[in-house]
C-alpha cells in the first residue's frame, strides 16, 4: 500500500525535472544556433570560422553528458528541416550536413557528451577545476577538428597536407582560444549557481 500511495507523489517531483532538462536542451541548441552565425569566411578554404565549437564544448562543459549530446542532436535536426541555424556560409537545410563541413557539425553531439564525461572524470582526480575543463574541452575540440578534417578530406578529394592546410591548421589558434573561453565560462556559471 505504500508503495502505491508513493508513486503519485514522486511524479510532481520528476515532471518539474524533465520540463527543466528540455528547456536546457532547448537553450543549449538555440546558443549553437547564435554561435553559427557568429561567422568568418576565409577566402582559401570552404571552412568558414564561427563560434560553434565554443558553444558545443561549453554545452559539454556545463551540462550532463546525456543533455549537451540531446541539444546537439536537436540543432542538427532543426538545421535538417531547414530552420536557419547553420552557418550562413555555405548550402541551407540538410544539404548543409553533405557539405565540406558536414563532419564537424556530425561530431557535435559525440564531442560534447566526451567533453562532460572527461570534465566529470577529470574533476575527481584533479583538484583544479579549471584545468580539468580545460584539458576535457581541447580533447573535444580535437575530436572535432579530426571529424571535420577526415570529412572534408573525402568530400573534396584532398590530400593530407592539403587537408590539414584547410582544415586543420587555420582553426587551431581561434579554436584553442576557444577551449580557453569555454573553460572559463564554464568555471564562472558554475561559480554562479552556488552564490
Request: with cysteine; glycine share 10%.
Amino acid at each position: 500500500m505504500h508503495s502505491a500511495s508513493a508513486a503519485p507523489q514522486s511524479l510532481p517531483v520528476a515532471q518539474p525535472a524533465l520540463g527543466r532538462r528540455a528547456v536546457e536542451i532547448l537553450l543549449g541548441s538555440l546558443l549553437v544556433a547564435i554561435c553559427a552565425h557568429i561567422a568568418v569566411p576565409l577566402w582559401f578554404t570552404p571552412v568558414p570560422i564561427t563560434l560553434q565549437t565554443f558553444a558545443v564544448l561549453l554545452l559539454g562543459l556545463v551540462l550532463s553528458p546525456g543533455l549537451a549530446a540531446s541539444a546537439l542532436v536537436l540543432y542538427l535536426l532543426e538545421g535538417m528541416a531547414g530552420l536557419p541555424v547553420f552557418s550562413p556560409v555555405g548550402s541551407a537545410g540538410f544539404l548543409h550536413l553533405f557539405g565540406p563541413t558536414g563532419g564537424y557539425l556530425l561530431s557535435y553531439p559525440a564531442a560534447a557528451a566526451l567533453t562532460g564525461i572527461l570534465r566529470r572524470r577529470l574533476t575527481s582526480s584533479v583538484r583544479n577545476g579549471f584545468a580539468a575543463s580545460l584539458l576535457a574541452a581541447a580533447i573535444g575540440s580535437a575530436l572535432i577538428l579530426l571529424a571535420g578534417a577526415a570529412w572534408f578530406s573525402v568530400f573534396t578529394r584532398q590530400s593530407a597536407a592539403t587537408t590539414i592546410t584547410l582544415a586543420v591548421a587555420p582553426f587551431l589558434p581561434g579554436d584553442t582560444l576557444k577551449v580557453i573561453a569555454a573553460a572559463g565560462a564554464a568555471g564562472a556559471l558554475r561559480r554562479f549557481r552556488r552564490s
